[in-house]
């Protein structure tokens, strides 16, 4: 199982940006996925998750309204577009599946919201 994010940076406030998580080595349509994130000092926290078809969503109650989750299973691919970002939304994003009883993670894409 390997798992690619990119997509993050530097965004102002209110900003937008749309993380992606590559995926390959497993059936990637059969699989939920989720997007976590983690500052410094804490424990990871969910953000969102996709059911394998797609057509379910959760989010964090933080989050409602502003991050949308998406995939394509065509292109082994989940995203994340966050708009009106806020500053407490700074963390590293880490994209999730959990398979076989076991988490696997990507290696995380830096997400910075600062003016």
């Known amino acids: 199982v390997q798992l690619v994010e990119s997509g993050g940076g530097l965004v102002q406030p209110g900003g937008s940006l749309r993380l992606s998580c590559a995926a390959s080595?497993?059936?990637?349509?059969?699989?939920?996925m989720s997007w976590y994130r983690q500052v410094p000092g804490k424990g990871r926290e969910l953000v969102a998750r996709?059911?394998?078809?797609?057509?379910?969503?959760n989010y964090a109650d933080s989050v409602k309204g502003r991050f949308t989750i998406s995939r394509d299973n065509a292109k082994n691919t989940v995203y994340l577009q966050m708009t009106r970002l806020k500053a407490e939304d700074t963390a590293v994003y880490y994209c999730?599946?959990?398979?076989?009883?076991?988490?696997?993670w990507g290696q995380g894409t830096q997400v910075t919201v600062s003016s």
């Open positions: 080595g497993f059936t990637f349509s059969s699989y939920a």
């Open positions: 999730n599946v959990y398979r076989g009883s076991t988490d696997y």
């Open positions: 996709i059911s394998s078809t797609g057509f379910s969503t």
